[in-house]
T-cell receptor, first 114, second 114 residues
């Protein structure tokens, strides 16, 4: 059974710091991995999608990497800003599913202090 | 750009009542997924549809049913509501049921069962 874990559960950093969020999954048989942002009580905003054949994706200050063989992904946020404060979720699409359903981690709650 | 629309955004029901949640996917998206996110929990997959047919089923109680209509919108029907059904319900859409396609999430419907 695929399990997704995110460490740390919470993180507090001063504005301007570069930071890394970690996501690990137990079964490397995935076809993609998506990173999402969720503000309190709000919906999920897709940040980056990495296909299983890719090693990384970049969007602005965000860079996500994928090491399928070790079951790990990282989300790198450069020059953090207070507006980056939110919960970040990673989710994997497992090869055992033919239909694309996502399995989520429990998220890392980030606070960026001004 | 058009996004996934969910209605209502908030819903308050009493125990044993019935609720219907609606999802309107992004235009030209033919696949819809439903997820449930309990308080402090990660989203859990409930059910998905492709071309108006159920394509996958997760941890969806027998009290819940869903369908996708000819215009690709989907409805999640929940009967005999229980306190534990209180959660944020997300709908996501993608352009095809095949694995690897990005899922776009709606803002969610917050269901409160009293």
């Amino acid at each position: 059974k695929q399990e997704v874990t995110q460490i740390p559960a919470a993180l507090s950093v001063p504005e301007g710091e570069n930071l890394v969020l970690n996501c690990s999954f137990t079964d490397s048989a995935i076809y993609n991995l998506q990173w999402f942002r969720q503000d309190p009580g709000k919906g999920l905003t897709s940040l980056l999608l990495i296909q299983s054949s890719q090693r990384e994706q970049t969007s602005g200050r965000l860079n996500a990497s994928l090491d399928k063989s070790s079951g790990r992904s990282t989300l790198y946020i450069a020059a953090s800003q207070p507006g980056d404060s939110a919960t970040y979720l990673c989710a994997v699409g497992h090869l055992s599913s033919n239909t694309g359903k996502l399995i989520f981690g429990q998220g890392t709650t980030l606070q960026v202090k001004p | 750009a058009a996004g996934v629309i969910q209605s209502p955004r908030h819903l308050i029901k009493e125990k044993r009542e019935t609720a219907t949640l609606k999802c309107y996917p992004i235009p030209r998206h033919d696949t819809v997924y439903w997820y449930q996110q309990g308080p402090g929990q990660d989203p859990q997959f409930l059910i998905s549809f492709y071309e108006k047919m159920q394509s996958d089923k997760g941890s969806i109680p027998d009290r819940f049913s869903a369908q996708q209509f000819s215009d690709y919108h989907s409805e999640l029907n929940m009967s005999s509501l229980e306190l534990g059904d209180s959660a944020l319900y997300f709908c996501a859409s993608s352009s095809t049921v095949f694995r690897g396609d990005e899922q776009f999430f709606g803002p969610g419907t917050r269901l409160t069962v009293l």
